[in-house]
């Protein structure tokens, strides 16, 4: 959608979009690695044999959020029409049991006492209450309070005055309820998270003497994510020394980023990495390692606060082994033109290839002569702009 509007290039795909057909296709065609989490974020996680599903039913409010929209609209929908047929059928009793829907008594009371004399002779609990029907109209009106019209409740019945506050307390619930979650679903943290994108690949290159596991984040929008942190795990299926084997083992990788720590200033985007040294879960990968079998996934996971909703919101991507790419390095995207920096996000997930050593963080380590035999790279430095100032006045020589 973004690429139709112009703000993306289309030959270029984000995490957050769809990739190629093709692509989808030819993944497909291979055997790989089941997901953890997807690389829009959801979780590949099937929840079967649940016994207890009366826990559910305990967070009603955060079960309905959770339904997709057109079960929420079903669920209210019936839910009105039930609350108004229920209290229907209240009116309906309470005017039988009154003898209001007795025509031969209101035609009796009417005939010998006269049309003025009918509140004197007979007073109904409900006005113009002569059917199901009617009564169910009457629970409409008064649960939505449109108006009454003909129809009110006289002070003849206490009954009939209790069931009009009760509805009323009811309707004003149902309500509540049903604006809370209509809001909550409009504004649930996962629509914001739609802005905030990574990098399609992961890149592992020389930093500083290191080799680095490196991705770049960014935001789209111009309003900021306050508070925003950002941290990586591993995870990959291992066996501990009592032969117990745990599939989905979660191993948290320190991080390092622009402005040290976890959080960050995500105001244009950033090179997020990981220095892989001997406490690194990758600290004995190699190139060897990067293909579609290898048992790694990389978790990226972005938290902050919205700074229009001050709803917390959550973005998620993965990265498999085949998608980290060694050897290569983020190109440069922020400028500086015209006194301002500019964001090329046609060049987000560009990669340049760099001289990097075929080994593992160990072998490098162990052996630093390595390094040595590697040509370096020159420097990439912002393209800057540059422009002459045409001067507004001259000097010359007072004539003497």
Known sequence: MLSRKGIIPEEYVLTRLA????????????????????????????????????????????????????????????????????????????????????????????????????????????????SFTSAFLFSIEVQVTIGFGGRMVTEECPAAILVLIVQNIVGLVINAIMLGCIFMKTAQAHRRAETLIFSKH?????????????????????????????????????????????????IDIQMENPVGGSNIFLVSPLLIYHV?????????????????????????????????????????????????????????????????????YSKFGNTVKVPTPSCTARQLEEDRSIIDSIPLSPKSTSRKRSFRLKPKFTITDEPS
């Not at 490196?214 to 299926?237: E, F, N, P, W």
């Not at 990968?285 to 919205?306: F, M, N, R, Y």
């Not at 229009?308 to 980290?324: H, K, N, P």
Request: with cysteine; proline share 3%.
């Open 19 to 130: 990739e190629d057909v093709q692509e989808h296709s030819r993944y497909r065609a291979r055997e790989r690695r089941a997901r953890f989490v997807g690389k829009n974020g959801t979780c590949n996680v099937a929840h079967k044999n649940i016994r207890e599903q009366g826990r559910f039913l305990q967070d009603v409010f955060t079960t309905l959020v959770d339904l997709k929209w057109p079960h929420t609209l079903i669920i209210f929908t019936m839910t009105f029409l039930c609350s108004w047929l229920l209290f229907g059928m209240t009116w309906w009793l309470i005017a039988f049991a009154h003898g209001d829907l007795d025509h031969s008594t209101q035609l009796q009371a009417g005939g010998s006492q006269g049309v003025g004399e009918e509140a004197e002779g007979f007073m109904p609990c409900v006005t113009s209450i002569h």
């Open 202 to 250: 992961a890149v592992i290159a020389l930093r500083d003497g290191r080799l680095c596991f490196m991705l770049r984040v960014g935001d789209l929008r111009k309003s900021m994510i306050i508070s925003a942190t950002i941290r990586m795990q591993v995870v990959k299926k291992t066996t501990s020394l009592e032969g117990e084997v745990v599939p989905l083992n979660q």
């Open 276 to 344: 892989i040294d001997k406490n690194s879960p990758l600290y004995d990968i190699s190139p060897l390692h990067l293909h579609h079998h290898e048992d790694l996934e990389v978790i990226v996971i972005l938290e902050g606060v919205v700074e229009t909703t001050g709803i917390t919101t959550q973005a998620r991507t993965s990265y498999l082994a085949d998608e980290i790419l060694w050897g290569q390095r983020f190109v440069p995207i922020v400028a500086e033109e015209d006194g301002r920096y500019s964001v090329d």
